[in-house]
């Protein structure tokens, strides 16, 4: 294929191999729709993914995010190369697309952000046992073996489960 997808940033390596489109079950319209959504360069796009990250770590995760700062660590630069990859290149490829599934299914984008979240929340014992910037680095640098369905499922309905029996 031609570099026609090279501004694609989830889907450049996929699509320049030539086996992305098959193997996604998605229409070639959609992909370059997607691609479009995913690398917008309006404020709004990015800027709200942004705000809703932090708003989802400062309200569900606040010793999380609090003990972050009085590291000098700012959440959203560490979450920011996830945010704007759809995490292309830091998860395994089956969740990567188990990822994109949601995105596609849902339409919304929204799932990056919370995702994102999730993360932290899923690392939280071991981002509060963190003594420097270069602990909170070496806990979030490897993506490898998260599951993605189980931490949405986890953020998205963990309420219902507060106040059962």
Request: aromatic share 10%.
């Amino acid at each position: 294929m031609a570099d026609i997808f090279a501004g694609c940033i989830p889907f450049h390596h996929t699509l320049r191999s030539g086996g992305g489109v098959g193997f996604l079950g998605v229409a070639e319209g959609n992909v370059a729709w997607l691609c479009l959504a995913l690398t917008s360069t309006t404020l709004q796009c990015l800027l709200s993914l942004c705000l809703l990250f932090e708003n989802l770590l400062q309200l569900h995760q606040p010793h999380v995010f609090l003990h972050l700062q009085s590291l000098m660590v700012d959440p959203l630069r560490i979450a920011m190369p996830w945010i704007v990859q759809a995490f292309s290149g830091f998860l395994e490829v089956r969740e990567l697309l188990l990822l994109w599934d949601r995105m596609i299914g849902f339409d919304t984008l929204e799932v990056i952000a919370v995702l994102a979240a999730s993360v932290f929340a899923y690392r939280r014992s071991a981002l509060l046992a963190a003594q420097s910037a270069r602990d909170v680095h070496l806990v979030l640098r490897d993506l490898i073996g998260l599951k993605v369905i189980t931490l949405l499922q986890f953020s998205l309905f963990a309420h219902q489960y507060k106040d059962a029996p």
